[in-house]
């Protein structure tokens, strides 16, 4: 089971390994972009109530939107795989477990994430921010790549079209990305709303890496939140890939 794991997930290493300029240059974009335009530009005028600047109140939540998102498009070729291409059902027949299959694809989407994350962090010093990264800070960007890489094998495995996925982006990924606590706390959310957002995994991964960061105490309830978004995806991935084989 290990074995083939690894072979999945060495698969998309050698793949990576020969795009990786262009995989880090890119990823570079979007963060500086955010850095300069709401920590240098509009953070100024903000007060975030912590006694820190606003600059160190958006990158743990940029962090939390970066993996999401790597962790997320990560998994969305194998959509194409399965639609277009029909050559998931190579895997299927290759001497490896389908729950190896993704567990490897996870796991690749999970390198994929902190890659990306190791290059924000390292922008966010040079910009000037100031935050701790600890073993636990790791652990929570890690459980958001599992969760977010899962449900993006979940979206691969059950749209049926690009436009499909485009939507699946745009009603559930879109909403998240700046909602959920990444540039505002939900605090300033109507009550409502503020109750919905609080139950998605993204503001559990913000308002812990913004806690850990800050050098706060970690709330159990997000943890435990968290962890029950990973155990109940990994079910349900599980489920769709037995519907698929059948």
């Known amino acids: 089971m290990l074995y083939d794991i690894w072979t999945v997930f060495w698969r998309d290493w050698v793949v990576l390994k020969h795009r990786m300029i ?9 963060p500086i972009l955010y850095m300069v335009a709401f920590g240098w530009g509009l953070g100024r005028a903000i007060n975030t109530g912590t006694g820190g600047s606003y600059l160190d109140f958006l ?3 940029i962090l939390a939107l970066n ?4 962790a997320f498009n990560s998994l969305t070729p194998v959509h ?9 059902e190579e895997y299927f027949i290759a001497p490896i477990k389908p729950l190896a299959f993704v567990a490897g694809k ?12 190791a290059i924000i962090i390292i922008l966010a010093y040079l910009f000037g921010a100031h935050f701790s990264i600890t073993p636990l800070f790791l652990m929570i960007l890690i459980i ?4 977010f890489a899962q449900i993006g094998f979940y979206a691969a495995m059950t ?11 745009t009603y559930i990924l879109l909403p998240m990305s700046f909602l959920c606590g990444t540039f505002f706390s939900t605090d300033k959310l109507p ?7 609080e139950c998605l995994p993204l503001t559990h991964t913000s308002t812990l890496l913004r806690a850990i960061t800050h050098g706060q105490e970690a709330s159990l309830l997000s943890v435990g939140v968290l962890i029950f978004y990973m155990v109940a995806l990994f079910l349900l991935c599980n489920h769709i890939l037995k519907k698929v084989q059948n």
């Open 22 to 30: 262009k995989f880090i240059l890119s990823r570079m974009v979007a």
């Open 59 to 61: 990158v743990p939540g």
């Open 67 to 70: 993996s999401m998102n790597i």
């Open 80 to 88: 194409a795989e399965k639609v277009y291409h029909k050559s998931l």
């Open 106 to 117: 996870v796991l690749a989407a999970v390198l994929r994430g902190m890659i990306s994350s």
């Open 144 to 147: 958001n790549c599992i969760i």
């Open 159 to 169: 749209v049926q079209t690009f436009e499909d996925m485009a939507r699946f982006n």
């Open 191 to 197: 009550l409502v709303l503020h109750y919905f957002i």
